[in-house]
């Protein structure tokens, strides 16, 4: 009696580790027919270059996504313009990540790099939790859901990923991104972009001594032949782009372009115009950036109006269209 309850109880364990045997090989059989079946999923990773770091990482697109849209906008930001920067992050990210197609940033081999004169400005969860303090633990979660509930949209032209380009703060308009880059895109096109007069750097000042000014601008340029002076007839604004970009302006003896007198002194924007003093050069700038694309603080002013994150995006990214990334296989 004994033996026999022994052997129903030893058939019975074995019938029990068949079955999770069965039940785990067609758990396996299922996963990997799922991967197989959805290439997408499988390209969802990047190389990312860390340039501080100087090492290649492979990482998940939203894990990157999430340093970027931290890195690139205040998370006190509403979630609508959150969510349209997580939309740009993610299309210029997938415009240059080699498997789908795309010319990646080269930088080590990886699709992108972290230094933001290059690519996009990523930092690290600890990073912006550093940055955050007492609202890390929100400020994440509300990071979380921008990138969660735009999972995998982009924004397209003609069925190709958007150049997303995104900057700071504008002037009032955005400006065409043949002005700035000499590559005319259809899609990158000057808007209006009001309600942006409160952000931190809607307006800037810089001011230089006259000498210190004219010696800047003669060691770049030396056949301008600046005096101190002499700036006020010396230094003009010749024209301007819709945006209120400088286009050209006249220093001394030479004529150069609003974006080459940006560059030269390191200015906010290439919106500017100049004030003289007895002693001083007074340069007052509007916006903060290149200025193409999406306005962060216009996409701000937006969702402050109640405009979701697909208007943003349609309102600075002219006939796109927001497709789901699997489009492109």
């Keep these: 009696m004994?033996?026999?309850w022994k052997e129903k109880?030893?058939?019975a364990l074995l019938l029990l580790v068949c079955l999770a045997l069965c039940l785990l090989i067609a758990a396996l059989r299922g996963l990997l027919m799922v991967t197989q079946g959805n290439p997408a999923k499988e390209s969802e990773c990047l190389l990312v270059y860390l340039h501080e770091?100087?090492?290649?990482v492979s990482m998940d697109l939203d894990t990157y996504l999430y340093g970027v849209v931290g890195g690139e906008m205040p998370a006190s930001f509403p979630l609508e313009a959150l969510k349209a920067q997580a939309v740009a992050a993610r299309t210029y990210a997938v415009r240059r990540m080699a498997a789908y197609g795309g010319k990646p940033c080269g930088r080590g081999g990886a699709d992108v790099c972290t230094d933001s004169t290059c690519c996009q400005s990523y930092k690290?969860?600890?990073t912006l939790a550093e940055r955050w303090g007492a609202d890390a633990a929100r400020n994440a979660d509300k990071l979380k859901e921008a990138v969660a509930e735009t999972h995998g949209?982009?924004?397209v032209y003609n069925?190709?990923?958007?150049?997303?380009?995104?900057?700071?703060?504008t002037g009032g308009r955005t400006e065409d991104a043949q002005n700035v880059f000499s590559a005319s895109l259809p899609y990158l096109v000057g808007v209006d972009s009001p309600g942006e007069q409160d952000a931190a750097h809607?307006?800037?000042?810089?001011?230089m001594s006259r000498s210190g000014f004219a010696k800047t601008v003669n060691k770049s340029w030396p056949k301008a032949k600046l005096k101190a002076s002499k700036l006020e007839k010396q230094v003009k604004i010749l024209s301007r782009f819709e945006s209120?970009?400088?286009?050209?302006l006249r220093l001394g003896n030479v004529e150069l372009t609003g974006k080459e007198f940006r560059k030269l002194l390191d200015l906010k924007s290439a919106n500017f115009a100049f004030a003289f003093t007895e002693d001083d050069v007074c340069i007052t700038t509007h916006g903060y950036g290149h200025g193409v694309g999406m306005s962060q603080y216009g996409a701000r002013a937006m969702a402050l109006e109640g405009e979701d994150y697909e208007s943003i995006l349609k309102h600075y990214y002219t006939g796109i269209e927001l497709k789901q990334m699997d489009v492109l296989k």
């Design 9 to 11: 109880r030893a058939l």
């Design 244 to 248: 209120g970009q400088v286009e050209t």
């Design 153 to 155: 949209i982009i924004a």
């Design 202 to 207: 809607y307006t800037d000042k810089e001011t």
């Design 159 to 169: 069925g190709e990923p958007i150049e997303a380009l995104y900057h700071s703060t």
């Design 53 to 56: 770091e100087d090492r290649v």
């Design 2 to 4: 004994w033996y026999r």
């Design 124 to 126: 690290s969860p600890e």
